[in-house]
């Protein structure tokens, strides 16, 4: 049986492989004795779930297309079946009331009970089929636990399978990549996610927002994900596979022929220069960077050295790390971001022991969260500095919103200079210092920046967020997330008028820099610097390369004066056919 299942290309590329599970039955759970006179309440507690966890099952059932097999609606029946049995809704009452355990924790070792019979039979199918009390007693842990999307940590072996989750975590997408995964797939999360952006960067093939998908996959089952078109076929026939077989030959003939442009200079057909650099995160894309002859580093984003670890690195080891990728890039400048962490960045998976916000984006991040921990910037800056010793760094600070806190950043840097002066130790004088502008704030304001700043980079992942108030993260608004709205149109322009105002550079290093759709139009609107991820920068070159920025000009004017839409969207089709 061949099912397809749609939600959101997030990184482009095709993979053929098995699924892999992973986090189902990995639901943080807290563990707590309960008062004996609250004992019935968390019994009643309980039983809410089981029925609202029952009337969600009802409601997937309730969609499926008629015309769809109907293995698929037995499939859930067997779900509903199992939240009435008495091994899952009963079990745990009795560890409730004899025991005194919260709920979370009496279904937890209910699961772990039954589990450990599936794990102990011989048969191949009936071990698979613990995965469906994971997915029924998941659904009941998170209505108790009120969440939708419960933050795991990932753990086993990926290679080559294709990993479906509900959402994951940079951090977890790190260590995927590390076990060889060969594609992602999650019900939750948006494409400017920053899981999405490192599968991207990974070159990962990822397809996000599949809603509800869970039932309707197993463990081994064989998948095709097609990442740029936002589907997942399973069960493919022998036809499909050696379709989209012929289809991953063909995107690779494409690549090669990419591959040729490494060399060619960056200049458009009406001889405007244009500066390409590309965006790193992990020791891998520094070589991939290198491979496709990015012109220097426009983003080192530092957050990953921060990931998967206790402690976070000291001065010395994010010097070590940071001259390393000043040695890797050949004497290529390097922009090195100060610490963004925050939000949908996190050290890793679980949180430990972070405050719970309502609305993390507009929190304490990025430059935020340094100026209010001293003892994490410092080292930071010093860090950075010292690299600058060694060849040309910039420093750029994220989220700036305030000229208040642009002021308290230099005061800090001045400070770290004072410190390297007294010790002796080196670095250059003269490192520019710049900000990304992706705050509708920093943006209207950009001229007072400039002013301030040796150079300003917009980041349209953030700016496009704040400015149409959607959350990058969250699918459910993911319609909304237009870079060709307007207000975002005008934004960038106001930052790239002025930067050419007070003379300072402008670049691009938000994902639409690197989205080939949109280099024209950016051409157009005067933007000279682009940092792209380096898996997106030969496409991205190709364009410039068969680009006239005069003519570009004209078209984005026109772009930026349409009301409709649609009509916008059409104008830069036909832009880019020119
Ligand atoms: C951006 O916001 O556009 C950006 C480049 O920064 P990040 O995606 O790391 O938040
Ligand atoms: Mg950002």
Known sequence: MTFSLHGIGASKGIAIGKVHMVARGLVDVPEYFVEKSEIEREVERFGIAVAEARAELGAVREHIPPDTDTDIAAFIDTHLLMLDDSAITSAP????????????????????????????????????????????????????????????????????????????????????????????????????????????????????????????????????????????????????????????????????????????????????????????????????????????????????????????????????????????????????????????????????????????????????????????????????????????????????????????????????????????????KTMPVGAMIEVPAAAICADIFARELDFLSIGTNDLIQYTIAIDRVDDEVNYLYDPLHPAVLRLIQMTIRSGQKVGIPVAMCGEMAGDARYTRLLLGMGLKEFSVHPNALLEVKQVITESHVRESRKFSQRVMRVIKSTTRSALLEEMNRL
């Not at 450990?116 to 659904?139: E, P, Q, S, W």
């Not at 220097?296 to 990728?325: C, H, K, S, W």
């Not at 700036?400 to 002796?424: F, M, N, P, W, Y």
């Open 93 to 428: 009452i009795r560890l409730i009331r004899e025991e005194g355990r919260n709920a979370e924790w009496a279904l937890k070792l209910q699961r772990d009970a039954l589990v450990a019979v599936f794990d102990a039979m011989d048969d191949d199918y009936l071990r698979t089929r613990k995965n469906d009390i994971d997915h029924v007693v998941n659904t009941v842990q998170m209505r108790l636990l009120h969440t939708e999307k419960p933050l795991r940590r990932a753990d086993g072996s990926f290679a080559g399978k294709i990993v479906f989750a509900d959402d994951l975590t940079p951090a977890d997408t790190v260590l995927m990549q590390h076990q060889g995964v060969a594609a992602l797939v999650t019900e939750f999360g948006g494409p400017n996610s920053h899981t999405a952006i490192l599968a991207r960067s990974l070159r990962i093939p990822a397809v996000v927002g599949l809603h509800n998908a869970g039932p309707y996959l197993r463990d081994e089952d064989t998948v095709i994900v097609d990442g740029r078109k936002g589907v997942v076929l399973v069960g493919p026939d022998d036809q499909t596979v050696r379709h989209y077989k012929k289809r991953q030959r063909e995107i690779e003939r494409i690549h090669a022929a990419r591959r040729k442009l490494r060399f060619a200079p960056t200049v458009t057909c009406d001889g405007e220069s244009i500066v390409l650099q590309a965006n790193v995160e992990l020791p891998a894309d520094l070589e991939t960077a290198v491979q496709v002859g990015a012109q220097g580093i426009g983003l080192y984003r530092t957050e990953y050295l921060f990931m998967n670890r206790d402690e976070p690195p000291g001065e010395e080891e994010q010097y070590q790390a940071y001259t390393e990728v000043m040695r890797a890039g050949e004497g290529a400048p390097v922009t090195i971001r100060t610490l963004d962490l925050g939000a949908d960045k996190q050290v890793d998976g679980s949180r430990p022991g972070a405050p719970v916000t309502s609305n993390p984006a507009l929190g304490l991040r990025a430059v935020r969260l340094c100026l209010k921990e001293p003892g994490l910037f410092r080292p930071q800056l010093r860090a950075i500095l010292r690299t600058s010793a060694h060849g040309p760094v910039r420093m750029m600070i994220p989220m700036l919103s305030t000229t208040a806190e642009l002021a308290q950043v230099l005061e800090l840097i001045k400070a770290c200079r004072k410190e390297l002066d007294e010790a002796g130790q080196p670095y250059d």
